[in-house]
């Protein structure tokens, strides 16, 4: 029974450096070289643990840089950060827009 409290103290103390470390580098290995999508639960759970930027936020910002309509957004891990691929219609043409995900700095637009 002892060695079970042992263990499970050991647990609990690492967890949060585990999962520090999964935020820092989520695609370890091949994966940290090739870009990813970051699927909705996993968003929710780096917006709750204050990892990234709310998705409005990143909107607001995208809207600022190409007024119009949003299209979509999507997460991705991109060259070791989260950036939101923001795609907005703005004066009749299809724009994306990457919006660093930590600091809401624009990226880039295409």
Request: charged letters at 30%; hydrophobic letters at 45%.
């Amino acid at each position: 029974m002892r060695t079970a409290t042992v263990l499970a103290a050991a647990w609990l103390a690492i967890l949060p450096c585990a999962l520090a470390a999964q935020d820092a580098d989520p695609g370890r290995g091949e994966q940290a070289e090739r870009e990813h999508r970051i699927g909705l639960d996993e968003v929710n759970r780096l917006v709750g643990r204050g990892v990234i930027r709310r998705l409005s936020d990143v909107i607001a910002t995208a809207l600022r840089r190409a007024p119009g309509e949003l299209i979509d957004a999507d997460l991705l891990w991109r060259g070791g950060h989260y950036l939101y691929e923001v795609e907005i219609l703005s004066k009749g043409r299809r724009v994306e827009i990457y919006v660093d995900a930590v600091t809401l700095e624009c990226r880039g637009e295409e």
